[in-house]
């Protein structure tokens, strides 16, 4: 069946043909899918590849792996959709991949995916000793994205750093900046959705 799905991917003749056959091959939920979605991810194709996405999303942890090797940086387009993979995904294996895209990338989009998706770092994964570490560089580039000069990616920081506190499982250190950075956000922001964003955030973290 998944064979069938992928040569159907592989012989589409047409924009609208490929984007239907992604999406049925995204929907089998295979595993032998794996590297033909990632391929799909370089091709000019923005349906196409958001389907893909969702495939790999779905898929989890198996296409972790694949989608590291396969980060090409000579192919922004087909890195960007990797990133908004590996963001949906949480794996902690794409962290280096998640800091070094919400502080750098370009393209806003990609930005917001990538503070998007520090928020939900599945820390669990991640051996124990070194999730304090991880967490405070985090916390430091989503503060960074806190400041971008675009709203979309304000308001993802503000859901990432909730997120964040919210996932740490001792107090520590960097909860007091955290909280000082939302009640910043929520008075100033110049956007009215990402002051509101930082309220729901600051109210959600608070005891009781």
């Known amino acids: ?11 589409a003749d047409s924009s609208e043909g490929l984007l239907n056959s992604v999406k049925a091959l995204a929907a089998a939920d295979s595993k032998a899918a794996i590297p033909t979605l990632i391929t799909v ?7 196409a590849a958001v389907a893909a996405v969702d495939g790999l999303i779905q898929l989890g942890e198996p296409a972790v792996l694949p989608l590291l090797e396969q980060l090409d940086g000579y192919n922004y387009g087909a890195r960007a959709w990797a990133v908004r993979a590996l963001a949906g995904i949480g794996d902690p294996r794409g962290l280096e991949i998640l800091l070094d895209a919400a502080a750098n990338d370009f393209a806003l989009s990609v930005r917001r995916a990538a503070a998007r998706g520090l928020g939900t770092i599945c820390w669990e994964l991640m051996p124990t000793q070194q ?30 750093l909730q997120a964040l506190a919210g996932a740490a499982t001792v107090k520590p250190d960097w909860l007091a900046e955290v909280s000082a950075k939302l009640e910043e956000m929520a008075e100033s922001d110049e956007t009215l959705a990402v002051r509101a964003r930082a309220l729901l955030a600051q109210q959600k973290l608070l005891p009781g």
Do not use: F, H
């Open 1 to 11: 069946m998944a064979l069938e799905l992928i040569q159907a991917v592989e012989q």
């Open 131 to 160: 999730i304090a570490d991880a967490q405070l560089r985090t916390v430091k580039t989503l503060l960074q994205a806190s400041r971008d000069p675009e709203w979309v990616v304000r308001y993802a920081a503000a859901g990432g």
């Open 41 to 47: 991810l370089g091709y000019n194709n923005p349906g």
